[in-house]
């Protein structure tokens, strides 16, 4: 990844709304793309998830859930097979899954307090969990309902959850950017952890993103955090995730440059599929930030007043979000121009690591020699024979192959002369140089 500094010009660009989704009667928290990309499903605090068709932008009747508290995770499946909300309030957790084709509906228990984050494995079979306040986080069997891992238990708040890409591993965010741990589904131990748990601020549920191959890990986060109390408020609204890093999904050391630009806490993140362009948007700063993910570039800001969270349609040509004070979902385009940048980007980066990891640069391991080169076998000559008889010219000019007469250099005759005598011309030229 590239070291390089974020701080770019950005380029000036309008967001172009395209449509806009009403009906929440309060903040909406979450939003997710069906994988047809013709349809949405969004979690509010209004104590609903709803589903709409984007193609009519409206909603679409039957398909809305009412809880008890509030909902403030929705998710899809990859085949589309699974709809998944999770929510509640500070009495209790709500977390249902629906099976879209029979209409079955599976009602998980476990977690305590409302669920603030969830993710489906890319192989559509398990579930994760976070649950905020009850400190801990969960993987489920969609299909059984049963709980297979977990609980991994926190000190904090778990306010984001996401499965790597093998689903071996879980990335957990604790206390909004103050700390992250990374936990081995299987064996169910904690691999890695970074950050201080003791926050005791309010909760936004940043998500997380797993990058290059299972290799790193994309958050917000916050490394001058240091614990508060509540009746110190001033040193509390200082605190929060301005920030943006890549960490090793092993040692969660820092990798590559961070993406900085943010006056104020981030309050939402999105990554786009293929990993080229990256958001972010921070409700106190009133901004939307576009970043190219390669080179850590910041390619555009947006001033969107009170944007709350945010997500990217599949193919990235969509941006959606929704903000504190209107209870609509805004759906844009991705400026053209920022998107083509960014791919561009992506191209150049990929073209220089195939270069750097090809056979002609790439150097033979430590202790590795080349093989020995085998002689070549000659035929074996028998020496020149040698006439004594014949004189030495001869001889050579037989051994050498070459003509004497062909190579034949002539001679000329030189008559001795005085070394006095000089003449003319050059007696001229002599009295010439010494003439004053």
């Known amino acids: 990844m590239a070291s390089g500094s974020t701080k770019a010009a950005t380029t000036k660009s309008v967001l172009k709304l395209v449509t806009t989704l009403k009906g929440h009667g309060y903040i909406i928290r979450s939003m997710c793309y069906f994988p047809d990309g013709q ?21 679409i009747e039957g398909a809305r859930d009412a809880f008890e508290g509030g909902v403030n995770a929705v998710a899809v499946s990859k085949d589309g097979r699974w709809v998944v909300t999770g929510g509640g309030d500070h009495r209790r957790a709500e977390l249902k899954a629906f099976e879209v084709e029979t209409g079955i509906v599976k009602v998980f228990e476990g977690h305590s307090e409302q669920i603030f984050s969830i993710d489906i494995s890319a192989d559509n079979t398990l579930l994760a969990t976070s649950g905020s306040r009850d400190g801990t986080a969960r993987i489920w069997n969609l299909e059984t309902g049963n709980l297979v891992a977990g609980p991994f238990k926190s000190i904090g708040w778990v306010t984001a959850v996401r499965f790597s890409p093998d689903s071996k591993k879980l990335a957990v965010g604790i206390n909004e950017g103050t700390c992250l741990d990374v936990w081995d589904v299987e064996s169910q131990k904690l691999d890695a952890t970074i950050g201080n748990p003791n926050y005791n601020g309010g909760i936004i549920p940043l998500p997380i993103f797993w990058t290059n191959k299972n290799k790193t890990i994309i958050a917000a986060f916050d490394f ?8 110190d408020s001033e040193s509390l609204d200082e605190h929060g995730a301005k920030t943006i890093y890549e960490f090793d999904a092993v040692t969660l050391e820092t990798v590559g440059a961070p993406f900085e630009g943010h006056t104020e806490n981030i309050t939402g993140l999105t990554l786009s599929f293929d990993g080229v362009l990256l958001a972010s948007a921070s409700q106190f700063e009133a901004t939307i930030k576009l970043w190219a993910f390669e080179s850590r570039q910041l390619l555009a800001s947006f001033d969107v007043q009170n944007v709350f969270t945010l997500i990217l349609s599949s193919n990235s040509c969509q941006l959606v979000y929704t903000t504190h004070t209107v209870d609509e979902i805004c759906i844009c385009d991705t400026p053209p121009d920022i998107l083509t940048q960014a791919r561009a980007i992506a191209r150049k980066k990929s073209a220089l690591r195939d270069i750097l990891n090809s056979d002609a640069t790439r150097r033979p391991p430590a202790g590795h020699r080349r093989p020995p080169i085998s002689p070549i076998p000659m035929a074996p000559r028998s020496p020149p024979r040698r006439d004594p008889q014949q004189p030495t010219f001869l001889r050579l000019s037989n051994l050498l192959r070459f003509s004497p007469r062909a190579n034949r250099v002539p001679v000329r005759h030189i008559q001795p002369r005085d070394p006095l005598d000089v003449g003319h011309d050059s007696h001229i030229s002599v009295l010439s140089q010494l003439t004053p």
Request: aromatic content about 6%.
């Open 39 to 59: 349809r949405m499903i969004s979690g509010s605090c209004d104590n609903t998830a709803r589903q709409w068709d984007l193609k009519e932008g409206k909603e």
């Open 224 to 231: 001058n955090f240091t614990p508060v109390t509540d009746s």
